[in-house]
């Protein structure tokens, strides 16, 4: 056989070498390629956990901003809501050289009284929505809540039954629509009604008839533009009842500052030094809080005391009876004219007509007279002392002379033994108000101290000062009001409509009579849909970006600006207040590296007396970035 040369193979290694080479380059590269991918992957890691930390250090900046008093008033001139100066492309100091330096925006919905208006770059209030535990505490029933509920954009009746059912106490289902415990274990899985307070807002997701689009609205992701269908009715963006209610808020009996605010219903020496040290001039209020005064008249035994007359509404001319503050002391007519009243709608009255005769009377509810006929005598109400025990003349003066004005009413001797007969419901009711001391003899005449705050000069200046130094309420927290400064409207005509509608008789239209007291179910709210546009016009937008006047920090510009009835102001109290404690805040980190890296979180801050708190955070970096933060 012919033998082959080894020649003839030589190029066979070659070829093999190279493919060997190749593979290993193809190998390296791959490697290579994975390793930079690997790298780009964790860098862009790296530069997200960065984006995330610059919005997470604004919801520490805002923070500290809203829990700081001076901060408030002298950075923020109390007005957080839309300012793009401290809240838009904040730069956030960085590492020149190893690293990017970066910025967050502070995002916020536009003002639904605004429709169609901007976003705004600032934080949103949860102290102006309804807070749900609230409405419970204030009727543990669950009517209020439902009534109230079923007044809000895209609620039904059922569904405001639900979602009542789902927090009182019983297990008994609403008669109109509602659901209990049995619905709830008949569903796969199965689960039980809580039957109590919530924690958070998607509690409610378990409640029969509520979805995700009833309670979070159409438009999921809050700050892009918004698609056809994710506008609701005004205009504005759809946000859904999370719009309107909320479980955060909190109210403490403090100022921003965690001074603790005086209780003018104390009646004991030291809360009335207290009142004198941090009221001044306002120490002379205490004499409409129906305390003891010394009598003017002597005995052998020694000084008398005797309860004070209280008289509302009393020193400006009024026309009828139902513009007496108090329907505690609701009067009947002014006689000779012929006109009739019955009870208060709250407490007594009393009726005059006829040949000007005088009855005395007392009603659950109450319900206004008719006309009665034209009288010959009639009894004027000036005339006429009330006390706190519902609505009966005083007959403890024996003087038979005309009462004079005691002038200064600090100069009185109080006896801080005597127990108050009724606490205070309303610091409005300390205006138009005086107090007439009873003689205890006959050649000396009762004496008149008259409120301060029956000035109109002193209520611009008094009343601010009254409702910042102090509260109606024990205790260090009360059930969290709405602030009527930041309420959205729909809030605010809920609850004027729910305070109006017939199934709420009983509930927000009236208490059972024999005076007014300071409980937290809901008695007697009397708002109306012309007061809440009166309201609306008055207080500022919340997308302006101006300071907020100082006027507004307390609800004295309610009387001073707004002008509202009193007998209106004095039922706004138990439910309204100017402050807020708790807030959400949106907030997107933008990191100025290639790319232009951002992330976006969201957190509920509860400002706690200044020692600020995280009461919820998610995390939506997964929405991208928001077309309304000026980055786009």
């Known amino acids: 056989m012919p033998r ?111 429709p169609g208006g901007d976003f705004r770059n600032g934080v949103m209030d949860e102290g102006g929505k309804i807070n749900l535990n609230s409405l419970l505490i204030w009727d543990p029933s669950g009517k209020m809540a439902q009534a109230v509920l079923a007044q809000l954009p895209n609620m039904t009746s059922d569904y405001a039954a639900c979602i009542a059912d789902w927090m009182d106490a019983d297990d008994t289902p609403n008669s109109n629509g509602g659901a209990e415990s049995e619905y709830y274990s008949g569903l796969t899985p199965p689960y039980r009604c809580k039957n109590g307070f919530l924690d958070s807002l998607d509690e409610l997701l378990l409640v029969k008839g509520v979805t995700p689009e009833l309670l979070f609205g159409q438009y999921r992701n809050p700050y892009p533009l918004p698609m056809p269908g994710q506008l609701a009715a005004n205009g504005n963006v759809d946000l859904g009842l999370s719009a309107f209610v909320t479980v955060h808020s909190r109210e403490l009996t403090c100022d921003l500052k ?102 005395t009377g007392m009603g659950t509810k109450g319900n206004k007279g008719g006309t009665g006929t034209k009288g010959t005598g009639g009894i004027n109400l000036n005339d006429i002392k009330f006390n706190f025990e519902g609505g009966t003349p005083n007959p403890k003066s024996k003087s038979k002379l005309k009462p004079v004005d005691g002038g200064d009413p600090a100069s009185a001797q109080l006896d801080s033994n005597k127990k108050l007969s009724k606490n205070i419901p309303s610091m409005f009711s300390l205006v138009n108000t005086q107090v007439t001391i009873p003689s205890a003899k006959e050649d000396q005449p009762d004496i008149i101290y008259k409120s301060p705050l029956n000035d109109p000069a002193n209520q611009t200046t008094l009343l601010p000062k009254l409702f910042t130094s102090a509260t109606l309420w024990d205790g260090n927290e009360i059930p969290a009001r709405i602030n009527i400064n930041t309420a959205p ?118 400002t706690n007396g200044g020692r600020p708190r995280i009461l919820a955070y998610r995390n939506l970096s997964e929405l991208g970035k928001s077309s309304g933060s000026g980055n786009r």
Do not use: C
């Not at 207040?577 to 509920?604: F, W």
């Open 4 to 114: 082959y040369s080894d020649k003839n193979r030589r190029a066979v290694v070659i070829l093999a070498v190279l493919v060997v080479v190749v593979l290993l380059a193809l190998a390296g590269y791959h490697y290579s390629a994975l390793a930079f991918s690997g790298y780009k992957s964790a860098n862009y890691g790296h530069r997200q956990a960065q984006a995330l930390a610059l919005a997470d250090s604004g919801i520490h900046y805002t923070a500290a901003l809203l829990s700081n008093a001076d901060a408030m008033t002298n950075v923020l001139n109390n007005n957080p809501y839309n300012n793009s100066a401290l809240f838009a492309n904040v730069s956030v100091p960085g590492d020149d050289i190893k690293g990017f330096k970066g910025k967050f925006t502070l995002l916020a919905p536009p003002d639904s009284s605004n």
């Open 489 to 606: 409207a729909e809030v605010l005509n809920a609850l004027a409509t729910a305070s109006t509608s017939n199934n709420m008789s009983g509930i927000l239209g009236g208490g059972s009579g024999g005076g007014l007291t300071i409980t937290f179910s809901p008695t007697g709210l009397q708002l109306t849909t012309n007061d809440v546009q009166t309201i609306l016009s008055t207080r500022p937008a919340l997308n302006s970006d101006q300071p907020t006047p100082e006027i507004f920090a307390t609800p004295a510009w309610l009387l001073t600006q707004a002008n509202l009835p009193l007998k209106t102001l004095t039922s706004l109290d138990q439910y309204f207040t100017t402050q807020s404690q708790v807030y959400k805040v949106q907030v997107q980190g933008t990191l100025d590296a290639p790319g232009g890296i951002s992330a976006r979180v969201e957190a509920v801050i509860d």
């Open 258 to 359: 965690a001074t603790a605010l005086v209780n003018i219903n104390d009646t004991s020496s030291s809360a009335y030094t207290n009142i004198s040290q941090n009221l001044g001039e306002l120490v002379s209020l205490m004499l409409t809080r129906g305390v003891a005064f010394k009598s003017q008249g002597n005995s052998s035994s020694g000084t008398k005391t005797s309860a004070a007359t209280v008289e509302e509404n009393q020193v400006t001319g009024l026309d009828e009876a139902d513009d007496v503050q108090f329907t505690a002391f609701q009067a009947g007519g002014t006689g000779g004219g012929g006109k009739t009243t019955g009870g208060g709608k709250t407490g007594g009255g009393t009726t005059t007509g006829g040949k000007g005769t005088t009855g």
